[in-house]
């Protein structure tokens, strides 16, 4: 496979339920991303990790707990989500981090559509 | 605070020409993006400008003006695969991207 691969492509839970987004690209960047987008509204950039090390927390509540094992991969661990949680997670690379001087172009994957209940 | 600005939706007809605008206002500027994304999928990019003018890529063309703050994305010979939503974004002085809520066109046959 190439490109940003994102799984599940649909989710539906419960308020209590503990689920997990997974994040897998393969286009050997260094930079991966987790974005919220909720409809008529800009992506919120949520986590940033440059080298698997945390870069960035947008003052996301703890209830999204994020994992970046290795640089390919990326996980959004999801606990006592709220219904206004539901939206779309959009996962992305690119070849450095935000501060990047030059296009540093995104690379999205095709996203996880929560829905909780 | 920091502001993109778009249209929320625009139509336009097959084979026509469709220009979008972006306004911002952020401290300071970096670069510009369009982003295009059908509904269901990634976006995906399309063009970049940090220095004044036009930029020209196939159908597609972005136009940039810093003293105004201002870019377009100008959409020439309208497809009825351009039918997506097309997303603004700012890299500002901190080089944090700003994101505008992006401009669904709606292409008619």
């Known amino acids: 496979e190439t490109g940003v691969t994102q799984t599940p492509r649909h989710l539906v839970m419960g308020m209590t339920n503990k689920k997990s987004l997974k994040c897998e690209q393969h286009?050997?960047?260094?930079?991966m991303y987790w974005y919220k987008q909720s409809a008529k509204k800009p992506l919120e950039l949520m986590f940033v990790?440059?080298?698997?090390?945390?870069?960035e927390n947008n003052s996301v509540p703890s209830r999204f707990s994020p994992e970046c094992p290795n640089s390919s991969h990326l996980f959004l661990h999801l606990h006592t989500l709220q219904p206004e949680d539901s939206a779309l997670y959009l996962c992305?690379?690119?070849?450095?981090?935000?501060?990047?001087?030059?296009?540093?172009?995104?690379?999205f994957g095709a996203g996880s559509r929560l829905t909780v209940l | 605070g920091q502001n993109i600005d778009q249209p929320t939706e625009m139509t336009a007809t097959e084979g026509a020409i469709v220009q979008i605008n972006c306004t911002y206002q952020?401290?300071?500027?970096?670069?510009l993006f369009w982003y295009q994304q059908h509904a269901g999928e990634a976006p995906t990019f399309l063009s970049y400008?940090?220095l004044d003018g036009l930029e020209e890529k196939g159908r597609f063309s972005s136009f940039l003006s810093r003293s105004k703050g201002y870019s377009y994305l100008l959409l020439k010979e309208l497809q009825m695969k351009d039918s997506a939503s097309y997303l603004c974004?700012?890299?500002?002085?901190?080089?944090?991207?700003?994101w505008g809520a992006g401009t669904k066109l709606i292409i008619k046959p």
């Open positions: 990790y440059n080298f698997k090390e945390q870069t």
């Open positions: 974004a700012v890299k500002d002085s901190n080089y944090q991207l700003i």
């Open positions: 992305a690379s690119s070849q450095g981090t935000e501060d990047y001087s030059g296009a540093n172009v995104l690379t």
């Open positions: 400008n940090v």
């Open positions: 952020t401290s300071g500027f970096n670069g």
């Open positions: 286009l050997g960047h260094n930079a």
